[in-house]
């Protein structure tokens, strides 16, 4: 049982290149989530998704795209790498019974990755 | 949307002392949830407690919904509760999410 895992975990990339990370868990929790965390702050919602095929927008999406087809994977995409998107990310995971309306799953989180754009 | 407010931003402990941490919601909420961040970046699930008080080992916590907060203890703390203690909370309607407050970093010096 390996939990939530993420690759890669340490990238650098140059401005205007794309890449995706990649996030699967293997616990068969219907929610998934991409927070990022800036140097000594906390983590903001990217974009989550309750269940495969449904995506929504978190606090900061803008230059990020996701997909969820499986259950088990949900990729972040990152188009046109910018400075700003140096951070570190966090995919994580979540389960709640489907139809209750609300989320109510403990949050479990993979190890990060850290992402720098030059 | 929902304000999420952590204190002290800042702790420094002697080992063994005690501490409580404060977290501070703008909305009604139906899940709170508090993590350990440790030295290393690695994200620890600690409490999910959108209600009443919970504990485990020498950690416990209590959340007050109806006032809108939730208090983190720490008794006889150690080295190794050094790190950064994040409280988060998802909002009381169907199709949201986690929101982190900004933490409190927790120095426990030997």
């Known amino acids: 049982n390996a939990g939530v895992t993420q690759t890669p975990k340490f990238r650098i990339l140059k401005i205007g290149q794309s890449m995706t990370l990649q996030c699967t868990q293997d616990m068969n929790h219907n929610y998934m989530y991409w927070y990022r965390q800036d140097p000594g702050m906390g983590l903001k919602l990217i974009y989550y998704?309750?269940?495969?095929?449904?995506?929504d927008k978190g606090e900061v999406p803008n230059g990020y795209n996701v997909s969820r087809s499986t259950t088990e994977d949900f990729p972040l995409r990152l188009e046109l790498a910018a400075p700003s998107q140096t951070s570190v990310y966090f995919c994580a995971s979540s389960y709640s019974p489907p139809g209750q309306g609300y989320h109510t799953g403990e949050l479990f989180f993979g190890e990060g990755s850290r992402l720098t754009v030059l | 949307g929902i304000q999420v407010e952590q204190s002290p931003p800042d702790l420094i402990l002697q080992e063994g002392a005690n501490s409580t941490l404060r977290c501070n919601f703008s909305d009604s909420v139906n899940n709170l949830q508090w993590f350990h961040q440790n030295p290393w970046g690695q994200l620890i699930n600690l409490f999910y407690i959108p209600s009443g008080t919970k504990q485990n080992g020498r950690l416990s916590a209590t959340t007050v919904a109806t006032e809108r907060y939730s208090l983190l203890y720490i008794s006889s703390s150690q080295t190794t509760d050094s790190g950064v203690y994040f409280c988060?909370?998802?909002?009381?309607?169907?199709?949201?999410?986690?929101?982190f407050g900004k933490g409190t970093t927790l120095s426990v010096s030997s």
């Open positions: 988060a909370v998802e909002l009381n309607q169907a199709g949201t999410a986690l929101i």
């Open positions: 998704s309750v269940g495969a095929g449904i995506t």
